[in-house]
Each structure stands twice: as structure tokens, then as C-alpha cells.
């Protein structure tokens, strides 16, 4: 949920995910919804970037599935 400056509500449904962890979910929240107002996004279509950067952090164990990959080249 979103509330611009004149009270204007935005709303945006919750994004199912298969949660593996919860750390970060926040931060990814807000840089999805950043980047996407960056890139000229309305609030609504922000909110929806948001909820979708941050089903990737909560479905990811090391906050982005990226960087679970550089673990495992290690290895």
C-alpha cells in the first residue's frame, strides 16, 4: 500500500511465493519500487515491482538467486 502526498491510496495484491527466507524482503521492496518510479512507473505499476523484486529476495536463500550461484562455483 502506498499513500501519495494529496491522499491518494494505491493498493497492489500480496505476490504468492515459496518463502525460503524472509531477510531482505524490505530492501527489496523498496529498490523494486525505486527503480521502477526511476524508470517512469506509476505508483500502482511501482507497487507491483516492488511486490516482485521482493518475492525474489524471500524465495532466494542468499537474497538474490545470483548470488547462490557464486557460492556454489566455489565449491
Do not use: C, W, Y
Not at 47 to 72: C, D, F, M, N
Request: aromatic share 2%; proline share 3%.
Amino acid at each position: 500500500m502506498a499513500l501519495e502526498a494529496d491522499g491518494t491510496k494505491h493498493e497492489v495484491a500480496a505476490v504468492p511465493a515459496d518463502v525460503v527466507d524472509t531477510n531482505g524482503a524490505g530492501d527489496a521492496f523498496m529498490a523494486g519500487f525505486v527503480a521502477a518510479t526511476l524508470h517512469g512507473a506509476s505508483v500502482g505499476d511501482a507497487l507491483k515491482a516492488a511486490a516482485a523484486q521482493s518475492r525474489v529476495a524471500i524465495e532466494s536463500q542468499h537474497l538474490h538467486p545470483v548470488l547462490g550461484l557464486a557460492s556454489t562455483a566455489k565449491a
